[in-house]
């Protein structure tokens, strides 16, 4: 039997944690499964290791989707830190690299780099205005305080 090729993975570095209470979250319908508490984040060494798996395997191309609750938590050095990883161990392959994300942490240094090294970016939003800020509470805000709001009052 040979061995396939694993050539699209899905991540999710940052997993239950998140930046956003929505009213809908898989993770907040089952605290049991997530507790608030010592949530584990991918570490250095997982990174690398996984990094170093799926990229050294011969073969043309393979694609990261990196997302979770909002992957932005891992800070933009965790991603400096994979496309190096991605580079040193891919011998030439081509990566590619796509993030799902709320938006809330994207600034113009988050953009460059996006940029940069030609991340495909998701922006999860729940339709119109009036739906998206009903279903989508900052963390704290309780079920019935403010939603996201997308202009300062």
Not at 14 to 27: E, H, R, T, V
Not at 32 to 38: H, K, N, Q, S, V
Not at 88 to 98: E, L, P, Q, S, T
Request: neutral net charge; charged residues 25%.
């Amino acid at each position: 039997m040979t061995a396939k090729v694993l050539n699209n993975i899905l991540v999710k570095p940052a997993g239950p944690d998140c930046n956003l209470d929505c009213l809908y979250c898989f993770y907040k319908n089952n605290p049991e499964l997530f507790p608030e508490t010592g949530r584990p984040r991918m570490s250095e060494f997982l990174q690398e290791a996984m990094i170093r798996q799926i990229v050294e395997p011969p073969g043309g191309e393979v694609s990261i989707g990196w997302q979770g609750s909002e992957p932005t938590l891992m800070g933009l050095p965790f991603y400096r830190k994979a496309v190096e990883l991605e580079e040193r161990f891919g011998a030439g392959k081509i990566v590619g690299n796509g993030l799902q994300t709320n938006g809330l942490l994207i600034d113009r240094q988050w953009a460059r780099f996006f940029r940069e090294f030609r991340f495909l970016i998701g922006l999860s939003i729940d339709g119109p205005e009036h739906v998206h800020d009903h279903y989508r509470r900052m963390r704290g805000a309780g079920p019935h305080g403010p939603g996201l709001q997308t202009e300062p009052n």
